[in-house]
């Protein structure tokens, strides 16, 4: 038990920090974590089990600070609790470039920082992921191997977002008691109270949606901590509102949205020093405080000690699959299992969907990988996302590896990038690539973060057909493609898919969308091949020496580029064809190499029905794209390409009006 008084200055250590911070930034949001610094004081010194010299020790509690605008919380507490990342001149360069500070906490940028959080709503929909991953490794390995809580502290911006509507709802679904958020309820946003633009009684919202709530105020540690006991038994998530001060201790903007957005001032920082008896200088943290935090970070040592002693007793091959999965590694027999299904491919030539060939893929690579977690918005029969090793999972029963998102794009995808950064899966979910727009932010933020979430993107085109322009994606892939570190896949056949899900799994340090068709495709790559040839982005898919025209194609594209080969063939006119399933990845590749594929041909053409941005880097400016250049229509698919004019005689036309 700490003493009031004890409490009291502990809290303020963070309440300081942040203020020095942000004054000396000139920029930030102090008011956050002077009015939530009483929830973190006893969340971090009576229940986080953590280890700042083992910060990526895979039993710890996770910690979401969802409102991220709030960061010098949490880079208090890791300088706090001891953490080697945060030194006391990083909270000194807060916001400044190069700074482990960011404006707002960015994962890999410093150990404790469980997720990147700035846009609201999204760290409470990453907790959601995180505690799912928990619930799953906990199923698969045991509690004396994976047992721990994801705690929360969000903000009202983040309850107003609708992605969190999506999370909480799932959560209180699938029963994730070991989830507990901390609603910051301080009644305050950047443009002044709540009650100008919100109404809801969140209470409701969150036990409609089957959680428990609780309320509590903010200020009285007691009864924080009495909450979080009483959290830690439910059978459902918890939500505890918890009624703060914004700015608390500030003498005249605490409880103003002038605190929210603004350093405080010089003033006003000399009367919440004089107000909170607080003598100690800017950036400084009296000793005996600052050891009390430090013991606070040695509370897990005995915890974590002794699970690594059970992870050493756990049956080898159990052990053995648990390090693996936390590396990131992927089974040594994936590759020629992969390789096997090529072959056979080779050999029978199908011609299926690529949304088929996808799941035909999959059946392979969850054959050989334990870890991968499929499911889907609502979209199962259509995504092919489910194979027969993928039992569905449901709010009593972990064992499957399929979720049921329900028709929640936003919240599927954020949940994804939590299990991603818990560690010890691999995600992967089934869309139709029009809702892409509704899984943007989360796919951004997984680019941003460097972390493997692989969204399967059905009906990939006007090739849908009936469906009609809402559901024809025309400008997707490029608004995908523009997005730095993100591989977007589209494979044209069976084993061009094979491929690129071999690459999406092997690259863990970036997110992946693998495009697919609802139409059948013929197979374009008949002869096996033991390189991965998507590999490299672009690759020549039938040579020509001398070729006098260059078809570019991509996904569905690539065999009408075939069959305007051949006709281009027919008439004497030597023509080569280059698939390019992945542009990124060629992009990546040497100029020499890149140089090569594109090659000299006096004309160069490119077929994808999309839009043509992105294409002039291979075409060059003056090239000939044949694709859409507006939105799509509704009608029987062979009819829509010929309606568009994204056909082999149109292709063939392009070439000889080129060649005159």
């Known amino acids: 038990m700490i003493s009031r008084e004890k409490h009291d200055r502990m809290a303020n250590a963070i309440r300081f920090l942040s203020m020095d911070a942000v004054e000396k930034a000139n920029s930030g949001h102090p008011g956050l974590p002077m009015g939530a610094a009483d929830i973190a004081t006893v969340l971090f010194t009576r229940f986080m089990t953590f280890d700042p010299k083992a910060p990526s020790w895979p039993n710890r509690d996770r910690f979401v600070l969802s409102a991220g605008h709030g960061s010098m919380l949490l880079y208090s507490l890791l300088y706090l609790t001891g953490y080697e990342d945060i030194t006391i001149d990083e909270i000194k360069n807060f916001r400044q470039l190069g700074a482990k500070t960011a404006g707002h906490p960015e994962y890999g940028h410093a150990a404790g920082i469980e997720t990147t959080t700035g846009p609201l709503g999204q760290g409470i929909a990453n907790a959601v992921g995180m505690a799912i991953a ?14 721990h809580y994801t705690y929360v502290l969000a903000g009202d911006g983040c309850l107003m977002e609708g992605i969190s509507q999506e999370a909480i709802a799932l959560a209180g679904h699938l029963k994730l008691n070991k989830l507990i958020v901390f609603w910051d309820d301080n009644n305050i946003s950047i ?15 969150f036990r409609a949606s089957q959680w428990n709530t609780i309320a509590v105020d903010g200020h009285d540690p007691e009864a924080i901590a009495a909450a979080v006991e009483q959290a830690q038994k439910s059978d459902k998530p918890t939500m505890i509102a918890c ?3 914004i700015g608390w201790g500030a ?16 003033d006003e920082i000399a009367a919440t020093r004089k107000a909170l008896n607080w003598d100690a200088e800017a950036f400084s943290v009296p000793s005996d405080v600052l050891d009390a935090w430090r013991l606070a970070g040695l509370r ?3 915890a974590h000690k002794e699970w690594q002693e059970r992870l050493e007793k756990a049956d080898p091959e159990k052990k053995a699959q648990f390090v693996r ?10 590759d020629s299992a992969i390789s096997a299904y090529k072959r056979k491919l080779a050999e029978t030539k199908p011609n299926p969907a690529t949304r088929k060939a996808s799941e035909d893929a999959l059946e392979v690579i969850n054959g050989v990988l334990q870890e991968t977690i499929g499911g889907s918005a609502d979209l199962t029969g259509s995504n092919n996302t489910k194979t027969s090793q993928t039992k569905s999972i449901t709010p009593d029963d972990f064992s499957g590896r399929y ?3 329900g028709v929640r794009e936003h919240g599927m995808a954020a949940a994804m990038n939590g299990m991603a950064l818990h560690g010890g899966l691999i995600p992967y979910s089934g869309g139709f690539l029009i809702f892409s727009d509704y899984c943007r932010p989360s796919i951004r933020l997984a680019a941003l973060m460097g972390i493997r979430v692989i969204h399967v993107l059905t009906h990939d085109s006007i090739g849908l057909g009936e ?15 523009a997005i730095p570190n993100l591989m977007m896949f589209r494979p044209a056949d069976a084993t061009e898919t094979a491929e690129c899900w071999q690459l999406a799994l092997e690259h863990k340090d970036r997110p992946s969308g693998i495009a697919l068709t609802r139409q059948n495709l013929m197979a374009v790559r008949t002869e096996f091949e033991e390189q991965n040839l998507c590999a490299k982005g672009a690759y020549d898919l039938i040579s020509s020496a001398d070729a006098k025209v260059t078809i570019f194609a991509t996904g569905s594209e690539v065999e009408i580029a075939v069959k305007a080969h051949e006709a281009l063939t027919a008439k004497g006119i030597s023509t080569r064809v280059v698939s390019v399933p992945c542009f990124e990845l060629f992009y990546e590749q040497p100029e020499a190499y890149q140089k090569a594929i594109i090659g000299n041909s006096p004309v160069k053409i490119a077929v994808e029905a999309g839009i043509r941005q992105g294409w002039d880097h291979i075409i060059g400016s003056d090239g000939t794209f044949i694709g859409m250049s507006s939105f799509g229509a509704s009608g029987p698919y062979k009819e829509l390409y010929k309606h568009f004019g994204i056909t082999p005689e149109a292709v063939v036309a392009a070439a000889e009006a080129k060649l005159g």
């Open 134 to 147: 928990e619930r799953k490794l906990r199923d698969e390995f045991g509690s004396d191997l994976m047992e």
């Open 191 to 205: 443009d002044g109270p709540i009650s100008i633009a919100d109404s809801t009684d969140q209470h409701a919202r």
């Open 243 to 245: 009624k703060t001060v």
């Open 251 to 266: 003498p005249n903007k605490a409880g103003t949205h002038k605190v929210h957005g603004s350093p405080l001032g010089a």
């Open 300 to 302: 897990s040592t005995k």
């Open 325 to 334: 999965r936390f590396a990131g590694d992927l089974e040594s027999g994936l």
């Open 403 to 405: 979720i049921h998102y």
């Open 467 to 481: 469906d009609g322009p809402t559901h024809q994606p025309v400008e997707q892939m490029a608004a995908l493609r």
